[in-house]
T-cell receptor, first 115, second 118 residues
Framework: AQKVTQAQTEISVVEKEDVTLDCVYETRDTTYYLFWYKQPPSGELVFLIRRNSFDEQNEISGRYSWNFQKSTSSFNFTITASQVVDSAVYFCALIRTSGTYKYIFGTGTRLKVLA | DARVTQTPRDKVTEMGQEVTMRCQPILGHNTVFWYRQTMMQGLELLAYFRNRAPLDDSGMPKDRFSAEMPDATLATLKIQPSEPRDSAVYFC????????????????FGEGSWLTVV
């Protein structure tokens, strides 16, 4: 069975703190993609990053960084020096291979960055 | 800047009325998804289409929901009759989903249709 778990329901940090959002996934496939999406208070879902299962290199984009570890089935997301504009719900997602195109989403982590 | 377009953005309707939500996927995308988001259930996949053919609608209540894709530029989600428990945000998403190792496979969401059934 495919599953994505975001155990942190809500996190509050003070501006400029670093914060890590956890994502743990389950799949029997050896090839798959993982994603992070951001849902700000305005409601739209914004694509942040895609990673395939053969690429375990960490990625950094500005204040955002992602740590993918197949050994622990985790794809964690870190925001460095958080800002109020980072306040949003963040979703981790998995797409399996084998002919279906279902994207499995986690339940999301609500991040509140306080000024 | 290509984006998925959904209408209406907001809809308030009375129980029993028919509701139709429309989605224009990004031009060139071959796969369209309908998701429903509620506080209790999170993001639920209702149905999806690939090259306009319905692939899976198992997430949809069959008795009142229907999803169609009359052409490559339009996907519709219809609820008839609507019930208060259908109140949610309905998202359409599209993507160019090819073989898994293609450069695509990222899906992009519309802004959502916020439905309230009273």
């Amino acid at each position: 069975a495919q599953k994505v778990t975001q155990a942190q329901t809500e996190i509050s940090v003070v501006e400029k703190e670093d914060v890590t959002l956890d994502c743990v996934y389950e799949t029997r496939d050896t090839t798959y993609y993982l994603f992070w999406y951001k849902q700000p208070p305005s409601g739209e879902l914004v694509f942040l990053i895609r990673r395939n299962s053969f690429d375990e290199q960490n990625e950094i984009s500005g204040r955002y960084s992602w740590n993918f570890q197949k050994s622990t089935s985790s794809f964690n997301f870190t925001i460095t020096a958080s800002q109020v504009v980072d306040s949003a719900v963040y979703f981790c997602a998995l797409i399996r291979t084998s002919g279906t195109y279902k994207y499995i989403f986690g339940t999301g982590t609500r991040l509140k960055v306080l000024a | 800047d290509a984006r998925v377009t959904q209408t209406p953005r907001d809809k308030v309707t009375e129980m029993g009325q028919e509701v139709t939500m429309r989605c224009q996927p990004i031009l060139g995308h071959n796969t369209v998804f309908w998701y429903r988001q509620t506080m209790m259930q999170g993001l639920e996949l209702l149905a999806y289409f690939r090259n306009r053919a319905p692939l899976d609608d198992s997430g949809m209540p069959k008795d009142r929901f229907s999803a169609e894709m009359p052409d490559a530029t339009l996907a519709t989600l219809k609820i008839q009759p609507s019930e208060p428990r259908d109140s949610a945000v309905y998202f359409c998403a599209s993507g160019l989903v090819l073989k898994i190792w293609s450069s695509g496979n990222t899906i992009y969401f519309g802004e959502g249709s916020w439905l309230t059934v009273v």
